[in-house]
Structures are given as C-alpha cells and as structure tokens.
C-alpha cells in the first residue's frame, strides 16, 4: 500500500502559477497527476516513470512541469499560464508498473485530491 497526500492547491487568476506537491510514503515505477472537473471523467494530466521520463496530456503540454524527488518521496507538478478550464480537484497517482497510462485503470494508488481554480 502506498500512501499519498497532496497540497498547494489554490485559487488563482488566469496566467497565474501553482505548484503541486505530493508527498508519497513510497515510490513506484510511474507517477502522476491526474484531474477532474465537476461532471466530468478523470483525466491524466502528466506522468512521469522512475527513469525520470515525463509525458503531458496535450490540453497542458508546455504549460505544465512534472519532477519527482526519489530521496525526499516527493513528486511536483509546476503549474504556469493557468486557464479557466484547468479548474478540477488534482490528484496524484502511482502505479507500480512502468505500463502506465493517462487512462486511471492504470493506477493502483490515489491520494485524497486538492482543489486548483482558476478565475478569469
């Protein structure tokens, strides 16, 4: 079992900046942050695998940042140029296997979720 906690959620305007923790009790072979807005199914955000590789879903890409810190069990997401739509309670997750995916079902490990809005 892996624990999860995630912070620094918050409410901004549009083009602001946040920055994501997630603090693990451990860490596996892929992490991630992972999405989802009121009515709407979860989305993947970013995944990075324990070789450091990272990859974004296209709505983020060269917006967002993703880093892990494998000493300290901490996995980051840098969030920049913020848009309205990117509203949604953020959450990290981590799978044990480096055949990971955007897709939840991939997942075995949630945190708990934080609140990102974004005003216009």
């Known amino acids: 079992q892996v624990k999860l906690v995630e912070s620094g959620g918050g409410s901004v305007e549009s083009g602001g900046s946040l920055n994501l923790s997630c603090a693990a009790s451990a860490m596996r072979s892929c992490m991630g942050w992972f999405r989802q807005a009121p009515g709407k199914e979860r989305e993947g955000v970013a995944l990075?695998?324990?070789?450091?590789?990272?990859s974004y879903s296209d709505s983020v890409k060269g917006r967002f940042a993703l880093s892990r810190d494998s000493a300290k069990y901490t996995l980051n997401l840098q969030l920049n140029s913020l848009r309205p739509e990117d509203t949604a309670t953020y959450y990290c997750?981590?799978?044990?296997?480096?055949?990971?995916?955007?897709?939840?079902?991939?997942?075995?490990?949630w945190g708990q979720g934080t609140q990102v809005t974004v005003s216009s």
């Open positions: 997750a981590a799978s044990p296997s480096y055949d990971c995916s955007t897709d939840r079902k991939s997942m075995s490990y």
């Open positions: 990075i695998l324990y070789d450091g590789t990272t």
